[in-house]
């Protein structure tokens, strides 16, 4: 926990942790979130297959419908669909896992604070939903059609599975996180870090590290990181939005 505050009258005081104490429940949370993820992927692994087939090698297929994936080790067929259910672990367990990240968050809040825990963990579920069918329907499908046939005159496409699958989770998921920038930002301003006013002076900054941030997790085509380039800066422009909401509610509370 970040701290606790006891109720005193109408106020509260908080009652800090020492940093050890702070230490001991992150670990659990993340021992607890880790749990949920294996569970989940044991779960996910006897249909791991049809998820390949039907979902994951849908925008391939769509794409170059006669293209066939490969493998080069005898369990290669094998470790891809572990990597299938790993990946798709992590989609199945979000809900649990984002509730015990604002359960670690919630002690130190103020009570009004804390009912709107409910409607921030929807939201966070539903901006990485947002996210990873963006990957999914618009820049999967552009950017498997660019690389397959840029040089096609060259050499014949062959793909490995185990490539094609970091390729397209690496994708997939890394949208769902960005897309949690309002989030993040509405949380921020609430507990006082940031505020509009900061966020919009540090606007350059900020579009700097977002392409720095674009290029490192979308393939070196430059038309993929505009993919997702664009997305997030009207990510940030809405969060300084969303944080002006926070900051609003958060100076409203303070007065009561």
Same mark, same amino acid.
């Given at each position: #926990? +970040?701290?606790?505050?006891?109720?005193? /009258?109408?106020?509260?005081?908080?009652?800090?942790?020492?940093?050890?104490?702070?230490?001991?429940?992150?670990?659990?949370?993340?021992?607890?979130?880790?749990?949920?993820?294996?569970?989940?992927?044991?779960?996910?692994?006897? +249909?791991?297959?049809? @998820?390949?087939?039907?979902?994951?090698? $849908?925008?391939?297929?769509?794409?170059?419908?006669?293209?066939?994936?490969?493998?080069?080790?005898?369990? /290669?067929?094998?470790?891809?669909?572990?990597?299938?259910?790993?990946?798709? %672990?992590?989609? =199945?367990?979000?809900?649990?896992?984002?509730?015990?990240?604002? $359960?670690?968050?919630?002690?130190?809040?103020?009570?009004?604070?804390?009912?709107?825990?409910?409607?921030?963990?929807?939201?966070?579920?539903?901006?990485?939903? %947002?996210?990873?069918? #963006?990957?999914?329907?618009?820049?999967?499908?552009?950017? *498997?059609?660019f690389f397959l046939t840029f040089g096609?005159?060259? !050499?014949?496409?062959?793909?490995?599975?185990?490539?094609?699958?970091?390729?397209?989770m690496r994708m997939i998921l890394a949208f769902g996180v960005v897309?949690? =920038?309002?989030? @993040?930002?509405?949380?921020?301003?609430?507990?006082?870090?940031?505020?509009?006013? *900061?966020?919009? $002076?540090?606007?350059?900054? !900020? @579009?700097?590290?977002?392409?720095?941030?674009? %290029? !490192? +997790?979308?393939?070196?085509?430059? !038309?993929?990181?505009?993919? *997702?380039?664009?997305?997030?800066?009207?990510?940030?422009?809405?969060?300084?939005?969303? %944080? /002006?909401?926070?900051?609003?509610?958060?100076? &409203? *509370?303070? &007065?009561?």
């Amino acid at each position: #926990m +970040i701290g606790k505050r006891k109720k005193k /009258g109408a106020e509260y005081d908080p009652k800090e942790m020492g940093f050890l104490d702070h230490l001991e429940e992150f670990r659990w949370v993340l021992i607890r979130s880790l749990a949920a993820l294996g569970i989940a992927a044991i779960a996910i692994f006897p +249909i791991s297959g049809w @998820i390949f087939e039907e979902i994951l090698i $849908r925008p391939l297929h769509t794409q170059f419908p006669q293209l066939e994936l490969i493998y080069l080790k005898p369990a /290669g067929n094998f470790m891809a669909m572990v990597t299938v259910s790993l990946w798709s %672990a992590v989609l =199945l367990a979000l809900p649990y896992i984002a509730f015990e990240i604002w $359960r670690f968050v919630i002690p130190g809040l103020f009570h009004k604070e804390r009912r709107m825990i409910p409607a921030l963990l929807g939201i966070t579920v539903l901006c990485f939903l %947002a996210g990873t069918a #963006m990957a999914y329907f618009v820049v999967l499908p552009y950017a *498997l059609r660019f690389f397959l046939t840029f040089g096609s005159e060259m !050499a014949r496409p062959q793909l490995e599975i185990k490539e094609y699958l970091a390729f397209a989770m690496r994708m997939i998921l890394a949208f769902g996180v960005v897309f949690e =920038l309002p989030v @993040i930002s509405f949380f921020l301003a609430r507990i006082g870090v940031v505020t509009p006013a *900061l966020m919009r $002076r540090s606007r350059p900054y !900020a @579009i700097f590290i977002i392409a720095a941030l674009s %290029a !490192a +997790i979308t393939p070196p085509d430059p !038309a993929t990181m505009i993919m *997702l380039l664009l997305p997030l800066v009207l990510l940030y422009e809405i969060s300084i939005f969303v %944080a /002006g909401m926070g900051k609003r509610k958060s100076t &409203a *509370l303070t &007065a009561t």
